[in-house]
């Protein structure tokens, strides 16, 4: 899915909730934005590029902070903007964590699609990755390479019946997998919770917002199960949607996950931009690339600097 047109939507849209670890009500506005203005939180006067560069909290969730204002959890928001083409958008908010609502994307991508898609007048610009790239370690890490569209595989591995040891590829372009990632909930395992109420974190968390699994006895605690087959394997590739967005543009490439988490994607976006591992071009300039050549070229034409 390559779109031309930068993308905003076409009226303010409302959204109501509450934070999944403040536990706090809170409202937000998503407002038009224009060309080349990027996705700005706005709260309490202070503007807060989503930008990996004011990323500074990563447990459990990505938080953003700039000049002391923070705004937490905006991963599922911020994939649901990548999803949905959306490049420019500015999101009044007045508490400090982004609502949880379903702990997916589905509803975020519902008040995108009610508020409508507007087309702007310049072209999208596509981060295209033109080297491999890699961050973390041994037994986490996560690698990129150039592709002819975005790919992103993620690699799960617990020890444990539920989720397992299981990879999970996603390709923008495949509908059914496309729905199934945007729904795919939070997930936290039964024996975190103490953990997580010890920490101050997940005071909002209910089964109406999260899969909660019982490792112990291999069982899903909320009734209705999981939406699907690997549902939590497909909330990471969501997180990790979300988390490469901090890069500022969609993505041409491959990218796979070894286990990774919030602090570990955006390692990987630093990582990108410290290596100069992608390089910015017009959505024109990748269609004739990716058709004039398709293959073997098509990589070397991209990491020509
Ligand atoms: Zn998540």
């Not at 390479?145 to 390709?171: C, M, Q, W």
């Not at 500022?248 to 591992?277: M, R, T």
Request: glycine share 8%; net charge negative.
């Amino acid at each position: 899915m390559i779109c031309l047109y930068q993308r905003t939507i076409k009226r303010p849209v409302e959204i109501k909730g509450i934070g999944l670890h403040t536990g706090l009500p809170v409202k937000m506005r998503l407002l038009p934005a224009g060309e080349h203005e990027g996705i700005n939180f706005l709260r309490n006067g202070e503007i807060i590029p989503a930008k990996v560069e004011y990323a500074n909290g990563f447990e459990f969730s990505t938080t953003l902070e700039k000049n002391g204002i923070k705004v937490r959890t905006v991963e599922h928001l911020l994939a649901s903007l990548y999803l949905t083409g959306i490049d420019n958008l500015y999101i009044e908010i007045d508490n400090e964590e982004v609502p949880i609502l379903d702990g997916s994307a589905k509803p975020f991508v519902d008040a995108i699609k009610f508020a409508g898609i507007q087309a702007l007048n310049e072209e999208k610009l596509y981060a295209v990755i033109n080297k491999r790239v890699r961050a973390g370690s041994l037994d986490k890490y996560i690698e990129g390479r150039p592709a002819y569209s975005f790919l992103i595989t993620y690699h799960a591995s617990y020890d444990n019946d539920v989720i397992g040891n299981k990879a999970f590829t996603f390709e923008i372009d495949n509908r059914e997998d496309y729905l199934k990632v945007l729904s795919a909930r939070t997930y936290c395992f039964l024996e975190e919770v103490e953990y997580l109420k010890q920490n101050g974190l997940a005071k909002g968390g209910s089964l109406e917002n999260a899969v909660v699994i019982d490792g112990k006895n291999g069982c899903v605690v909320n009734p209705e199960g999981f939406r699907f087959k690997d549902e939590p394997i497909k909330h990471k590739a969501l997180d990790l949607i979300g988390d490469i967005y901090l890069l500022g543009n969609p993505v041409i490439g491959e990218i796979y996950s070894y286990k990774g988490g919030h602090k570990l994607n955006a390692d990987f976006v630093k990582a990108l931009k410290e290596q100069n591992a992608y390089e910015l071009r017009y959505a024109s300039e990748v269609l004739s690339l990716i058709n004039e050549n398709q293959c073997l070229d098509f990589l070397s034409k991209v990491s020509i600097r």
